[in-house]
């Protein structure tokens, strides 16, 4: 890792925050392309390509690797317990069906189909390319943001589609983890196959405690916010406290508390926002949703503008047209045919267009970023960052700059929709 201007390394990134705030939506809204995507231009300007302020090769530097895969674990606990905000009250019990059929099944399906697009791009073992596969999965919050806040996406997205894509997206990010955690445990026992012994070491660590656990004391430090909230309002004399300092807070307590006892703290950050978001009511949550939308930003972006910066050029070079393939098939093949399977069974949509919006915006980005750099360290194999950070890249890319248009066509389609009835 190397920042020789560390100063004017920082102007430049609070520069660029500081004009995406002050002109917030304008980027989406007039130039048709995403803020994620905007920051990932600007971190390839600033990064090696560029004016050199700043270099991050995670393959090869461990050093670059703990600082990037820190820095994308807290921008994801961040973005899941907002994503939890976001959602109205009672639509996770709601709609519980559709959610168990889109982070089962759906997560399954995305898995296979990524593990068959590694596998067939690259020539790699098959426990490799089921890692990759599993790493890939998870629904990116961050990219996914375009689609699901700011005043273009609640006047053309319909408002299930919207929160089934936060929902989700905030979910499967903590979920993910026992998919990927499958492979490692083969992987570093030196085995060819899952043994029983392996099967158990995952089934003990990855799903009891790391889903289970985290599930658990992320409720408890959720419900605990959510109350002790409640009576303060009720006290005489308290001041109406911020949403956005509690989240912040909360975001923060519970991703710590439970990486400090090995458990899943992304996953129990969304938990923790889902039991606070009980705690306030409708208006005043609608009063807070741009001041969140703006303080999430802040945390969301900067992680994109490293992702800029730590791309791998040579390597991708030097993958020629296996590059082109993968990064075709993850959007393409990942996603769209599950969901095309799958959504008659979702409470949230039941017609084609929708399905095949839901199924082309579930973008790669900071959730895989983070478990490429985390398991990358347990497996030595340094050619999971070169191949996962170009999935994420042609996400970037694809849903950066149709997330505008497409939104945009979806609103009119269930416009005239309504109308006519």
């Known amino acids: 890792m190397i920042v020789p201007h560390p100063w004017l390394l920082v102007f430049s990134v609070a520069a660029l925050l500081l004009v995406l705030g002050a002109t917030s939506g304008l980027v989406n809204a007039r130039l048709m392309i995403s803020e994620p995507l905007v ?91 089921a890692l990759i596969g599993a790493i890939i999965a ?64 995952w089934a003990l660590h990855a799903v009891l405690w790391e889903v289970g656990a985290s599930v658990l004391l992320g409720g408890v430090a959720g419900f605990i916010a959510c109350r002790i909230t409640r009576w303060a309002h009720r006290q005489a004399g308290a001041e109406r406290s911020s949403l956005l300092t509690i989240a912040l807070a909360l975001a923060l307590a519970t991703l710590t508390g439970l990486q400090a006892i090995g458990a899943n703290g992304v996953l129990g950050a969304f938990v923790a926002g889902a039991w606070l978001n009980a705690g306030y009511e409708d208006e005043y949550q609608e009063r807070q949703e741009r001041f969140n939308e703006a303080v999430t930003r802040f945390f969301d972006l900067p992680v994109m503008i490293l992702f800029g910066a730590a791309i791998p050029w040579a390597a991708w070079q030097a993958m020629g047209w296996r590059a082109l393939a993968f990064a075709a098939g993850v959007l393409f093949l990942r996603r769209i045919p599950a969901w095309l399977l799958l959504y008659r069974g979702l409470s949230w949509t039941r017609r084609l267009p929708e399905a095949l919006f839901l199924g082309w915006f579930g973008p ?11 398991t990358q360290g347990m497996t030595r194999l340094d050619m999971l960052w070169p191949i996962v950070s170009l999935a994420v890249a042609a996400s970037v890319v694809a849903h950066g700059m149709t997330g505008t248009h497409l939104s945009a066509l979806l609103g009119r389609r269930f416009a005239r929709r309504q109308r006519s009835r």
Do not use: K
Not at 87 to 100: D, I, K, T, Y
Not at 142 to 164: E, F, I, Q
Not at 364 to 374: H, I, P, T
């Open 138 to 201: 998870p629904t990116d919050p961050v990219l996914s943001a375009s689609v699901v806040s700011g005043d273009l996406a609640r006047r053309a997205v319909p408002a299930d589609l919207r929160h089934a894509i936060t929902a989700e997206s905030g979910i499967n990010d903590g979920l993910a983890e026992p998919f990927v955690m499958l492979p490692v445990v083969a992987l570093t026992s030196a085995g060819t196959a899952i043994s029983w012994h392996d099967a158990s070491i």
């Open 39 to 129: 920051c990932a231009a600007f971190g390839v300007a600033i990064g090696p390509l560029g004016l050199g302020l700043l270099e991050l090769h995670p393959a090869h530097d461990p050093v670059a690797a703990a600082f990037l895969r820190e820095a994308a674990r807290l921008t994801l606990a961040i973005a899941v317990l907002a994503a939890a905000i976001r959602l109205p009250r009672g639509w996770l019990r709601q709609h519980w069906g559709g959610l168990a059929l889109s982070l089962g099944p759906g997560m399954l399906l995305m898995w296979a189909a990524g593990m068959l697009v590694t596998a067939f791009s690259f020539a790699l073992p098959w426990l490799v390319c």
């Open 364 to 374: 790669v980005g900071a959730a895989a970023m983070f478990y490429a750099l985390e």
